[in-house]
């Protein structure tokens, strides 16, 4: 089945080039999250027309998708996908999580999507297992960059960390958005009347900064004269919950802190919508959805200050040292306790948010697939 070359209406081809993707997180059930979104952003009104490459499953996609070869991600990326491209010999090839096979036919064009290196960081307290695992994905991720034709990532922040790192790529920003349905405008809660709760949309990995994040709630807690809101925390496995379980009892919040199943994204808009606040304790992020889908949904964030976030976020958030505990509750306390500025905060938020509005991002990706075909037809 080769990768068809869409036409319109009259007849006449509606893009020049034969493009192929991996398609893993569009055959996925968490397909609206994350990279997965931002793969379907990304291929925009083409998504019918160009040719998705998946692992073989049980799946039934409505796009057009080849789903063959192993199903584990790993083995399937860097075995059967290669067999795939050399089958369909396609004029690009998207890659959006990183990283690429190592074997890609040489006519074939490499769009690799990066949306951050935090794979190169350092962490302190980790097993020697997560160690060899970052060495892995680094060495990968070197090899894709060097293999790409052009870099595509979601930040100037990561846009600067990649060049600092690779000098010689092609790197441009195709920002993140979110569906318009996040987009409330003047139907938002308002402060006063949200529920009486603090949202975490996080993950267990170390630059999530996450113990942290629960010593700040602790802390917060404790030095709240007026009912405490509640923490409910989205991203967290069921294993990853109960290992926690522990440490919330250390904390004395055990019984304050909730941490929720997998949500749909109607179930996630509902609660981002009636939260007091979005907090967002990460050392590092290449982008930071949980700030946008906050802001559009008129809930103030309280944000970590470093890497992306205060690009995303601008004026919008309150903002902490993520590695002070202390500042960070004492942030917290503050704009928990008032009103006022939460409304003020919900408002610049919402402005802020229109930056990343789906129709302002859909022109960006649309200059980028019409300056692509020109390159390479040229």
Known sequence: MPANRPVSASGSEAYPLRVAYDAQAVVAPEQHIGKGAHLRNLLGPHLQHFTGLAPGGNQKPTLPIIQAGFSEYLLWQQSS?????????????????????????????????????????????????????????????????????????????????????????RVTVLPNTIAESWYLQDKAIAAQNRDNYILMVTAASPHKNLDRGLQTYAGYVRD???????????????????????????????????????????????????????????????????????????????????????????????YFDPLDVKDMSGVLKTVLANDHLRASMAQRGLARAQTFHPLVVREQIDHFWTELARLLRT
């Open 224 to 318: 709240t004269a007026a009912t405490p809101a509640d923490l409910k925390i989205v991203g967290i496995s069921k294993a990853n919950a109960a290992r926690l379980e522990g440490r919330l009892g250390e904390l004395g919040v055990k019984d304050r802190v909730r941490f929720m199943p997998y949500l749909s994204e109607l179930e996630l808009q509902e609660l981002y919508r009636k939260a007091k606040v979005l907090f967002i304790p990460s050392l590092m992020e290449g982008f930071g959805i949980p700030v946008l889908e906050a802001m559009a949904s008129g809930t103030p964030v309280i944000s970590s200050s470093t890497t992306s976030l205060p690009e995303v976020g601008g004026s919008a958030p309150e």
């Open 81 to 169: 996908l290669p067999r795939l491209l050399f089958s369909q010999k396609p004029d690009v090839f998207v890659a959006p999580f990183n990283t690429a096979p190592l074997l890609i036919p040489k006519r074939t064009k490499l769009l690799l999507v990066v949306h951050d290196l935090i794979s190169f960081e350092k962490y302190p307290n980790v097993g020697r297992r997560f160690r060899l695992q970052l060495k892995y994905w680094s060495a990968l991720i070197s090899a894709s960059v060097r293999r790409a034709f052009i870099v595509i990532t979601v930040s100037e922040y990561s846009r600067r960390q990649i060049l600092s790192r690779f000098p010689k790529a």
